[in-house]
């Protein structure tokens, strides 16, 4: 069950909802809990177990952590529990591509393959292991409190809201709200209307686009118009997939009396690759910041252990994005490269890059290591760059020329307008607060997901692209 599906939004969420607010204040938390794991047993009741486990693991970890004699003893239960949370991802996320990576190895001498069912990768799972630890080591670490209620804390790892796709949100920031929070109309309108701009920004922009991104992807010879228009749709698709998938979340999680922080603040606006990861999934970026830069060293041990610290950082934020292919680690890397390259450019006092190039530098590396990310393999995305710097012709391919219909130019024109909206946001807030505007305003985000609708009617849910992550 996905957000933009008939499923949720006629079925689940409306009852949920008359549930939840039905339900007295102190068995909220119960009802989230337990409506949170029937929707993720949904789509799978065996991994709900694993799931579930895992809540139950983080929980015990916490409040063994918390309940042990000395700083030596917490460090060493700390320790263990990690190493069950990134074990069990390790297991289901690169089980797979290790053993493909030793087939390949064994081919080479005439021998393999081994023997190997394939394991399937529960949804949500990443982002599941780094709530837990966070969790883990904040209480290590006295920034929050163990949370003795097996329940609340259920609610915070479980929450359907943001289980599947992100934000990822530590417990520190919901902890008060998980003891008491309010549920009320302007709350709950607030979090409706965000709710149906996500929604709109999913289905209108991202799924439109996907049949291109697919087929460009897809074809083994892209010419330049090939390989340049399936980067720059996938650029536009990834963004307002998961951006409007975290604009559901937040909405969702406001409607229920919780405010989460923003994951995206313009990131295709940024002028340096540093602004780019200051602007581009923030609840990551913030994580990989506090949890794995700053305590292998950030940058405080001299120029040398800072490149190593953040070529590490973003190789191992590589990583975790994917298992099935080798080319997340290798598009980690090149974001640590291009960042280690910024601040050396800074640190030897290089001349400036006017700011207006720096945009368009910055959004054409974005656009690059995209096409790596996105390719299903290394080959693959040799095939696109090679696409994309003339090697296989200029023209649209056959293919795209029987595909391409007016709704995705349409699609990408409104993805477009809406990244370069906020450089009129000031002029649109300087305008008179009249009525039109206000109903204006009030009207669109409901018939962008009044159409919305009917184009999951006409067409069917398509998945998150890291619903299954």
Partial sequence: MVFASLEFLTLFLPAFLALYVASPARWRNGVLL??????????????????????????????????????????????????????TLCWYKYANIVVDSLDNVLALGHAGPLPWKHAVLPIGLSFIVLQSISYLIDVQRGTVSADRSVIRYGAYQG?????????????????????????????FSAGARRLMIGMSMKVLVADTLSPIVDAAFGLHAP??????????FYT??????????????????????????????????ASSIQDFWRRWHLSLSSWIRDYLYIPFGGNRHGEFNTCRNLLLTMGIAGLWHGGDSWNFLLWGLAHGVALIVARLWRRFGMPGVPLALSHVLTLVFVMLAWTLFRAQGFHAALAMYGGQFGLNGIGLSDMLVVLLRPVHALAAALGIVCVLLPLWQQRWDSLPDTAPRRVWEAVWPLAGFLLSFGLIVARGAVPFLYFQF
């Fill in 236 to 269: 536009l698709q990834l963004f307002f997939d998961f951006a409007g998938y975290s604009a559901m979340a937040i909405g969702l999680g406001q409607m229920l009396g919780f405010r989460f922080p923003e994951n995206f603040n313009h990131p295709y606006l």
């Fill in 159 to 187: 929450m359907f809201v943001h289980l599947i796709a992100g934000p990822i949100i530590r417990y520190a920031w919901v902890q008060r709200e998980l003891v008491s929070r309010t549920v009320d109309w302007d709350g």
């Fill in 34 to 87: 337990f409506c949170s794991w029937f929707f993720y047993g949904w789509w799978s009741p065996v991994f709900l177990l694993l799931f579930i486990a895992l809540t139950f693991c983080g929980w015990l970890g916490g409040v063994v952590i918390d309940r042990a004699p000395n700083a030596r003893a917490r460090g060493w239960w700390l320790a263990l529990f990690i190493a069950v949370n990134v074990a």
């Fill in 223 to 232: 010419t330049l118009a090939d390989a340049w228009l399936g980067c720059g």
